[in-house]
């Protein structure tokens, strides 16, 4: 049976599959990949695409297709995918379920423009009403976490009738200006201007606690931050905070469990709203919720998602309270926003989710890949923590323990040898030294022995 077929026991279980790096043929029926000159390809894409289009890896990995956990290279090699093309595989590559819902509405229409209403949107929206916490009943779809975040500030600007905002330092919003203005690294900000009106605090970090302190004894002062932002860097009067439950590009960030709270109330008394932006933790990624900021028991304002709401198909939503949404203009429009593909393929991601209770499988199955990552740190001075939620889970990999030097070249070194071993994974944070590990929420226990076997043939060769 196919690890993405309808009734596969993939809930918190192993399986027999041996996943290797071998040459190999995906199981999918009737498929037959074709010849690629992969060194052809890959000088052509260098020629053609901006220099600025990174890729991992000294020699650019091509995919050719993808089955459930695994993706196949153009020699026919086989990779354990725990990164899932930046945690947006959610539900396992080529989907058999997702893929009959977007076939079967190509079928039908496949673009109408926001202008129109479709069925599969206006599905979308009523089940995304069911599961957002709250009074957060009417959503705004557009093709990115990007777009949805640039909305969702956008939003707290109207609302409110003010400009200033506050993000967080390490933080990752999009790479449109508003949203990269809202960044926390520098890597991230372009174009040497800013939008005006963003202020950043300082992240709750307690790996690298700018205050030099330790949680619990800190008093949670990542949070006081807040307050002494807006009282010595704005006009007092906010439109809005704006942060990720766990911060995912600045590399699987968990703030300490107070940290929302007393957020939220600063916020508050100061006139501004709360964005979470779950473009990387929603949809059952953190474990046990469907949303990741559900953990602190906070409601947001607005909270925008992307990445594994539709298992890989370009979709961004910002959702809100009705109060809130009607304060926008009267008229605005996203051609893409709303496609009836693409929002057929997020309810179709979103009901396999449910009916597999892919959340749950994210606790148990991240609570086990915890364990073992606890274990290789154990093992390995070169870790020096180990942090996340369900299946995001990160390695932040350093020089020296005491010092906390970040070692980057030892992640690089990490990637290629657990390529050769037929693992794929991911990185971030600041320095480039964070291991981010973000596999599709159907990995089984067993996928997880395979990957953290790789990690320790691989940081054993640093």
Same mark, same amino acid.
């Given at each position: ?16 599959? %041996? ?168 890597? #991230?900000?372009?174009?040497? +201007? ?33 307050? &002494? ?53 929603? #949809?059952?990624?953190?474990? &046990?919720? #469907? ?34 949404? %009607? ?21 179709? +991601? ?113």
């Amino acid at each position: 049976m196919h690890e993405n077929q309808p009734g596969t026991p993939v809930i918190g279980k192993g399986t027999n599959e %041996k996943i290797a790096s071998g040459k190999s043929q995906p199981a999918a029926a009737g498929f037959r990949p074709q010849p690629i000159d992969a060194s052809s390809l890959v000088s052509e894409y260098k020629e053609h695409v901006w220099p600025a289009a990174a890729t991992y890896y000294e020699k650019p990995l091509v995919i050719d297709h993808g089955e459930g956990m695994h993706v196949w290279d153009s020699e026919g090699n086989r990779y354990l995918d725990c990164f899932g093309g930046v945690l947006t595989v959610s539900v396992g590559h080529a989907n058999r379920d997702v893929n009959r819902a977007i076939i079967d509405q190509v079928g039908k229409v496949s673009h109408t423009s926001a202008l129109y209403i479709n069925k599969p949107a206006a599905e979308l929206a009523a089940k995304i009403a069911e599961i957002t916490p709250g009074d957060l009943s009417t959503s705004f779809f557009t093709n990115s976490g990007s777009e949805a975040d640039e909305t969702a500030m956008l939003l707290a600007r109207i609302y409110t009738g003010r400009q200033e905002i506050i993000a967080l330092r390490h933080a990752y919003h999009g790479r449109t200006m508003l949203a990269m203005s809202a960044a926390g690294h520098s890597t #991230w900000r372009l174009g040497g +201007t800013a939008v005006a009106g963003i202020h950043h605090a300082i992240a709750p970090y307690c790996y690298r606690c700018p205050f030099g302190q330790s949680y619990p004894d800190c008093g949670v002062k990542c949070a006081q931050d807040v307050e &002494d932002v807006i009282q010595t860097t704005t006009s007092g009067k906010i439109a809005g905070f704006i942060a990720e439950p766990i911060l995912g590009v600045g590399g699987f960030i968990v703030p300490p469990k107070e940290y929302f709270g007393i957020v939220k109330g600063i916020v508050e008394r100061y006139g501004g709203i709360f964005i979470a932006d779950e473009v990387q933790t929603g #949809w059952g990624r953190t474990g &046990d919720k #469907w949303c990741g900021i559900e953990h602190w028991e906070v409601e947001p304002e607005v909270m925008t998602f992307a990445k594994g709401m539709a298992n890989g198909s370009p979709i961004g939503c910002t959702t809100t309270t009705p109060e809130i949404a %009607k304060s926008f203009p009267g008229l605005t429009f996203s051609t893409f926003g709303g496609n009836p593909v693409t929002a057929a393929a997020a309810s179709a +991601t979103i009901r396999y989710i449910e009916e597999h209770d892919l959340p749950h499988n994210a606790a148990v199955v991240g609570g086990y890949l915890r364990e073992k990552l606890e274990g290789l740190k154990e093992k390995y001075p070169i870790i020096g923590d180990v942090r996340g939620m369900g299946l995001m889970q990160a390695i932040e990999c350093v020089e020296d323990r005491k010092t906390k030097v970040p070692a980057p070249k030892a992640v690089l070194k990490v990637f290629e040898e657990t390529r050769k071993r037929g693992v794929l994974i991911g990185k971030g944070g600041l320095f480039g030294n964070v291991i981010r590990l973000g596999p599709p929420l159907i990995a089984s226990k067993s996928h997880i022995d395979e990957l953290v076997t790789a990690l320790d043939a691989a940081f054993a060769t640093v």
